[in-house]
């Protein structure tokens, strides 16, 4: 019994790294007492003498109270390239240890007397240089260390005679976890454009751009988290699907079941209830009346705002939107945070905030991805970053604002006119011309322009909305003060042509203790477009829903 419990534990322990010399230099993270970094050896000695004390107790109370299952074995972090090269000596301080290093090849350049293949496990931007050599166990298996293969490396870091890199990695041990085959392999060494890698979306985070992008939305994701919490925010789950449109465009995603996929080829159009006017009968659908994705979960914000008092929400949603550009998708994420006992002021305000911080951090803790996006994507981008860090935003009237345009003589493609939207074209020249790349705050829009929920201001003409504008993308923030008085807010959804009755709930919460709030959307990928200098939006989320496609 105790030795089938020993096998049994040895067979459950996390296989760990061994280090043999010096106990290793502190890393810029805490790591657990039992570390990967313990003795390999230790950590099995460890396990065994458990194994062998406890036998004899669990035998005996296997007999006394019935069969006993075996612990689940401790999770330990790994250890990964960042946590060797990711300090301010790039690895210098881990010259004699010994470590293993799991990841996927990105290179391999065999000479006559030794080989260099490069590994990357996705935390960092930078690679380990492994070096191998003839003598080195499992060096028959090299004809299949290629380009996306899969790799278990283990050896002792060294200096690295190279100008590129303060470290390598001696390798004693190689092992081909998973192979790849080199001739159809689609990502090689030779740059690819990023319009074909979408076709690829699947491989596509194994490129540098992609693996940088992605680090970057992970961060900016988890600052966003941290900026609220800190700040007294609730994050709320608002619903994906719903019955209403918050903003009353129309260009939502239908979600029925009467489409049925039974039968060949899906639902004939006659299998479709139908009233007797010939309108589609949604009373016997899954809801019992229309039901669509949703493209914002302010609405829903609002009701916990109204209790809570300060709220957020992040999650996907959805716009059915016929539109291709390099600015739109059909399916993205949206951070919207409500204040309630807030005005205006106090939008603009908390938006500013935010904004700030979340820059701040990526500039602070992405600075190798960051750096990359400076060299190869655009350059000055953290110039352009940090003064988004260090300048003062200001603000200035949707009027002020279009006399602004007008003085300016430029002949823009689309006509500037009070009444009309601003176009990216009009939001770029504000803050990049007019305000030298400084962020700026456009407020005060013309209520026809505006969403049926947006306060209406004393002159009757404009309502309380901000338009958040940066360098380079134009609008990223748009946010209101919303209608808190019954009697305006129905007068707003009557000039709009929307039923009241889809609104019950939301009117409810002006009839019950009603108070002033506000609150801003900010679309997650134009945040990362912004953040990291890409062009197109569909290279800012990982898997992009667009007219046409919806591969992966």
């Known amino acids: 019994m105790a030795a089938a419990a020993t096998a049994r534990l040895l067979r459950l322990a996390p296989r760990r790294l061994q280090v043999k010399t010096s106990p290793l230099p502190a890393l810029s993270f805490q790591l657990p007492r039992t570390t990967l970094l313990a003795a390999a050896s230790g950590q099995r000695q460890r396990f065994c003498a458990a194994a062998q004390a406890s036998a004899p107790a669990a035998a005996a109370a296997a007999a006394a109270t019935g069969p006993v299952g075996e612990a689940v074995g401790e999770f ?22 010994e470590l293993a290093v799991r990841g996927w090849v990105r290179t391999c350049r065999a000479q006559r007397t030794v080989t260099f293949v490069e590994v990357n496990d996705g935390s960092c931007l930078s690679n380990m240089q492994c070096v191998l050599t003839p003598d080195t166990e499992g060096y028959d298996q090299i004809d299949s260390v290629t380009t996306g293969a899969s790799v278990l490396v283990e050896g002792v870091v060294a200096s690295s005679q190279g100008g590129k890199q303060k470290v390598e990695l001696k390798v004693s041990k190689i092992t081909v976890i998973g192979k790849s085959d080199p001739t159809s392999f689609p990502i090689q060494k030779k740059q690819a454009s990023r319009e074909f890698l979408r076709t690829v979306a699947h491989l596509r985070p194994r490129t540098n751009t992609f693996g940088a992008v992605t680090r970057v939305r992970n961060a900016l994701a988890y600052a966003t988290h941290k900026f609220f919490q800190d700040n007294g925010f609730v994050w709320v789950s608002s619903p994906i699907i719903t019955a209403s449109d918050c903003e009353g465009a129309g260009e939502q995603f239908y979600v029925t079941t009467l489409l049925s996929n039974s039968a060949e080829g899906g639902s004939l159009l006659k299998d479709i209830p139908a009233t007797k006017d010939g309108r589609v009968d949604w009373s016997q659908d899954f809801f019992c009346k229309p039901a669509f994705l949703t493209v914002s979960g302010q609405l829903n914000g609002e009701t916990y705002a109204s209790a809570l008092s300060d709220i957020y929400t992040f999650g996907p949603t959805f716009r059915a939107e016929n539109s291709n550009t390099a600015r739109h998708l059909a399916e993205f994420w949206m951070i919207e945070p409500e204040l309630a006992f807030a005005d205006l002021n106090d939008d603009m305000a908390c938006a500013t905030a935010y904004l700030q911080y979340v820059v701040k951090y990526i500039l602070d803790n992405c600075k190798e991805d960051m750096d990359f996006f400076n060299t190869w994507v655009e350059k000055g981008i953290i110039d352009r970053l940090n003064d988004v860090v260090e300048k003062n935003f200001v603000h200035l009237s949707y009027t002020d604002a279009v006399e602004l345009l007008l003085g300016s003589k430029k002949n823009f493609e689309f006509p500037v ?19 030298g790349g400084r962020p700026v705050i456009i407020r005060d829009y013309p209520k026809e322009i505006k969403a049926f929920y947006m306060r209406q201001n004393d002159d009757g003409k404009t309502v309380a909305a901000m338009d958040l504008l940066v360098p380079r993308v134009g609008e990223l923030i748009g946010g209101s003060q919303r209608e808190e008085r019954l009697d305006h807010l129905e007068a707003r959804l009557d000039e709009q042509n929307l039923s009241k009755e889809s609104y019950w709930w939301y009117l409810d919460l002006r009839r019950y203790g009603s108070v002033p709030h506000a609150g801003f959307g900010l679309g997650f990928e134009r945040l990362v477009q912004f953040a990291t200098g890409i062009d197109n939006i569909r290279d800012a989320i990982p898997f992009p829903r667009v007219p046409g496609s919806a591969e992966f």
């Open 417 to 435: 006119k009070w009444g009309l939207d601003l176009q990216s074209e009009h939001e770029r020249y504000i803050t990049e011309v007019a305000f």
């Open 76 to 97: 330990r972090k790994r250890l990964r390239v960042a946590d060797v090269k990711g300090g301010e000596d790039e690895g210098a301080a881990w010259v004699g240890k």
